[in-house]
C-alpha cells in the first residue's frame, strides 16, 4: 500500500540528515520524496511516499518519524481530498524532420516546451505521477536524452492546513 | 559577564547539576580541558573514550541522573560509537560532548575531522553541530532537557574548537522551546479503564515488567500492583531488579534464556501486561508464537514502541509514573484480588512450574560451577550491591542466579550486548554510589575489551570487586558452536598466556585467585571484605551450557532444559 505524509520539520541543520538516517535505519521504504520551504519562515514540508505492507508499518513509520526531535507535524493526507503534483523536466532529442511530432506529443498532453536548439528541446510538465510516466514513454521513441523528477508534493483541498490537520 | 564558549560549557554542566564528568582531552577540547583544570570541575580521565562513555552510562543506570562524557574530535569521538549506542539500545540518558575542527576547517577532511553527527544519528536521540557561540547556551539546554525526559536517551553536542575559544556575555535560558518534541507525562486515563476491564475478564494473567520500570525508577508501583493482584511476574533482562527475585510471584526472566516457569507461563497466559518492555526477539523468539493465547496489553511511553514487534491489543501511552500509581489506585477501587485468578488455579500452576523445573547446571560435580559462584555474591551482599556484567554466558548466569532487591541495581547491556561495557560501568556505578557495593562480572574475553579501565579504577581507589569468570572460551559463543555448529569451536578459545591476576597487580588492582571448589567461599569472603578494588579471578569449567535455551526462531516452551555437554 501507497501512502503520502506530508511532514512539516524545523527548519534546522540536520534536519534532513535525521530523517534520510531515519528512513534507513528503520529500513522503511519510501518512494518519493521532496522537500521546499513553507509560509512560515522556520518550517520546511517534506512530501514523503511511502509503501508499506500494512497500516502497522505505516504506524511505525509515523511513530518514528514523529520520535524526531525536530519533526513538528505528520499529516497523512492519502485519503485526504487533496492535490498532487510532481514536476519533471525532460530532455528529447530533436531534429527537422521530428519536431513538428513532438510539438503535437506535447499538446496532447499540456505540456511546455521550454528549451529548443537544433538538436534537442526540452519539455516540462507538471501533473500526477502516472500522466508524467506516459508522457516520458511515449517521448521514448524521440530518444530521450535525460529526465529530472522533483518526486510528489501533495496539498489537500479546503481550508484546512495539514499544520491543523 | 564575559566569558569563554569553554566555561560556558561548564557554566551549564553546573546548572544542570552534573557533579562529574568522564573524559579523554585532545586537540579540539584543550580549551575545554583549560576550563575544567581552572575551575576544578570534577573530571575522572578514563584510559579511553569508551571507558568514558560506558562509564558515564554506568553513572546514569545507576542513578538515573543524566551521565556526561568529553572527548576530542576525530578518533576521540568515533571512540564514543559503541558506548552511545549501547546507551541508546537500553535508552539511558547521557549527554556527549565531542571536540570538532575550527570551523572554517569543517568539511576539508582536516586533521582529526570525523563527522560525528553523521555517524552517530542513527544511535542519537538528538545531536547538535554547535558552530557558533551564540548558540551554544541554549543548544546544552535543550540536550539535557532531552536526554533526560519522555524516552531517556544519548544527546551528542559536537562543538567547534573556535566555539570554546570565543567569548559570550553567559545566561543560561530558563525554558526549552521545541516545536516538535512532545515528552509525554500523563496520557488517557480511559485507556487504564480498559485494562481493568481485561483484568476483570482473565482468568491466567502475567505481568511482564521491563526496563522501563528500573528507568523510570516505579518499582514501587510496580511492587504495589504484585502485592494487591498477586499476578505472577516475569522480567526481561533489564526489567530485573524492579521486582525482588525472591518474591514468590517472581518466575523469573523470560525468553530466550529464561526460567521454565517464566517461558511455560507466556505461552499458557490469557493476559500479558507489558510494562516499559519493547519485545525484543530474545524475549519472544518468533513473534507469531509469543504469547498465542494470550490478550496483549503494551505500557509504555514511546508509541513507536507500540505494535512494532509484538502486535498489542491494547496500550497505555504514557509515563509509567503517571500510569502505575493511577493502576493501583483502579486496581483498589475494582478490588481486583489474588482470589480471582487463585480460582482458575493459575497461581498454583505457575509455583509448580517452578518448583518442578528450578534452573539447573549440567556440569558434573567436582568443577566449580559458575551459578555457584554468583549466589555465593548473592548471599555474601544479600542482594544488596550494585551487580554489572559484561556480556556472554555470565552475564546470563547472572541474571539468572543473582537475587536482586532493588531497582537499577543491575547495569548490564542488554540491547546492544556490548562486550567491555561492564568494567567501566562499573567505574562510573561506583564513583557516584561511593558506600555500595558495586561487583562485577565478567568473562575472560570481556574484560579485555576495556582492560586499561583497570588503572582507572586503581588510580581512583575506587573499591569496586571484579570476578572474571575465566572459563578460558568464548564461553556464549563456544556454546552455540557445541549447540548448532557441530563442536567446531572455530576461534573461540582465549587459552593462552595472559594471567589476569598479573594484569591487575600491573595496574594497582589486588589480584586474587580461585581454583579449587574448596577455596571459593573463602577468597570471596576474603574480597568482598578488602577495603580497594580487588581482581578474582575464578577459574571455571570450559564447558557448560547456559540453560535453559530456546533455540533461535524455536517456541518459548520448547526450550532445552539439558546439555549436550560431553
Ligand atoms: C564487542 C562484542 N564483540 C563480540 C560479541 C559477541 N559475543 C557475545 S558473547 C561473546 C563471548 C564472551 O566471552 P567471555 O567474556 O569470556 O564470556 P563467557 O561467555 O565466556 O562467559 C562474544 C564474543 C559481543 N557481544 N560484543
Ligand atoms: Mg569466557
Partial sequence: ?????????????????????????????????????????????????????????????????????????????????????????????????????????????????????????????????????????????????????????????GPVPAKDM | MKMLGAEVVIECLKAEEVDIVFGYPGGAVLTLYDALFKTDFPHILTRHEQGAVHAADGYARATGKTGVCFATSGPGGTNLVTGIATAYMDSIPLVAITGQVGVSLIGKDSFQEADICGITTPITKHNYLVKKIQDLPCVMKEAFYIARTGRPGPVLIDISKDVFNDTLDFVYPETVCLRGYRSLFAGNSNQIDLVIDALEKAEKPVIFVGGGVNISGTSEEMRKVINLTGIPVISSLMGLGCIPSDVPEHLGMVGMHGTYAANMATMDCDLLIGIGVRFDDRVTSLVQNFAPKATIIHFDIDPAEVNKNVRADLKVIGDLRWSLPLLCEKIVEHSITKKQWAKAEWVDLVQEWKREKPLASSLPAGGIRPQTVIEKVSELTQGEAIIVTDVGQHQMWTAQSYSFNTQRSFLTSGGLGTMGYGLPAAIGAQITLPEKDVVLFTGDGSIMMNCQELATLADNGLPVKIIVMNNQVLGMVNQWQRMFYGKRYSHSSTKGCTDFVKLAEAMGVAGLRVTKPEELNSVLEKALKMEGPVLVDVLLPETEDVLPMVAPGGRLDQMVLRGIIG
Fill in chain 1, 1 to 157: 500500500m501507497k501512502y503520502i505524509l506530508a511532514v512539516l520539520v524545523e527548519n534546522r541543520p540536520g534536519v534532513l540528515t535525521h530523517i534520510s538516517g531515519l528512513i534507513s535505519r528503520r529500513a522503511f521504504n519510501i518512494e518519493s520524496i521532496a522537500a521546499g520551504p513553507t509560509e512560515e519562515v522556520d518550517t520546511t514540508r517534506i512530501t514523503i511516499g511511502v509503501e508499506v505492507e500494512d497500516e502497522f508499518e505505516l504506524e511505525q513509520v509515523v511513530n518514528q518519524l514523529s520520535k524526531l526531535v525536530n519533526v513538528i507535524k505528520i499529516a497523512n493526507i492519502t485519503y485526504v481530498d487533496s492535490i498532487q503534483r510532481e514536476l519533471a523536466l525532460i530532455k528529447v532529442r530533436a531534429n527537422k524532420a521530428n519536431r513538428s511530432d513532438l510539438v503535437d506529443v506535447v499538446e496532447i498532453f499540456r505540456a511546455k516546451i521550454v528549451d529548443v536548439n537544433r538538436e534537442t528541446l526540452v519539455v516540462e510538465l507538471s501533473g500526477e505521477e502516472s500522466k508524467i510516466d506516459a508522457l516520458c514513454e511515449v517521448l521514448t521513441d524521440f530518444g530521450i536524452l535525460e529526465i529530472v523528477r522533483t518526486g510528489r508534493i501533495a496539498i489537500s483541498r
